[in-house]
């Protein structure tokens, strides 16, 4: 290890590394957010949010996503200066429950991944939710909390998510010019996944999917949709 990193007084719910910079940022069930320099194990700065908490960088590293269940409102920071007041808020639909916060990797889409996989999109600049991922299964909560049961492709065009069946969904956000996205967006395909496939995360090196809970699976040989 590098170095242990003191500060939270509660579970960290979420932690995203800077792809710019050696930074990291952490959300905490103590009620706050941190932005942490991997040379020192003091944080560098500390926002408050109120629990449970999610964080995001964008693919420059220079904005920092801060969204919070309770509150239902997503914000925009600038990394250089976190805890300035945001440059961009905006508020979700009521009600909605989620457990990650991911921007696509061409910085046009914004996810977000819900507990009870009512996934939806956000555009990544203006915030307004572009679709809704329709057409899934929840799966049963348990007593801990998970990290997202969705992901983005590295291209940013499709979105992988765990579905109750114990499948994975997959969905295709491309459109023709001037079209637009249809408020609910159904899937292309179902893969076969884990038996509760609670979390998926993608690795762009190998064009591998894995997904995982009580086993880990990984899968390629879909990807020729991509």
Wanted: a negative charge; charged letters at 20%.
């Amino acid at each position: 290890y590098i170095r242990y990193f003191r500060g939270h007084k509660g579970l960290v719910t979420s932690l995203e590394v800077s792809p710019l910079q050696d930074v990291f940022c952490s959300a905490s069930l103590d009620d706050t957010i941190k932005l942490w320099d991997t040379r020192t194990s003091s944080f560098q700065a500390s926002i408050p949010s109120e629990k449970p908490s999610y964080v995001a960088f964008d693919p420059s590293g220079l904005v920092i996503a801060v969204a919070s269940e309770a509150t239902g409102k997503v914000e925009l920071r600038d990394a250089e200066q976190f805890d300035a007041m945001p440059f961009q808020t905006c508020q979700l639909p009521k009600g909605f429950r989620f457990n990650k916060i991911e921007f696509s990797n061409d910085n046009k889409y914004f996810l977000l991944s819900s507990t009870n996989q009512k996934h939806i999109i956000l555009d990544a600049f203006d915030l307004f939710v572009h679709t809704e991922l329709g057409e899934t299964e929840a799966i049963p909560p348990r007593a801990w909390p998970d990290t997202g049961s969705a992901c983005f492709s590295p291209d940013g065009r499709f979105v992988f998510a765990g579905n109750g069946d114990g499948k994975v969904a997959l969905w295709d956000l491309n459109v023709e010019p001037g079209q637009k996205l249809p408020p609910v967006l159904p899937p292309i395909s179902k893969l076969i996944g884990d038996t509760k496939p609670r979390m998926c995360a993608f690795n762009p090196k190998h064009l591998e999917l894995i997904t995982a809970d009580t086993q880990l699976v990984s899968t390629n040989k879909a990807f020729v949709l991509c």
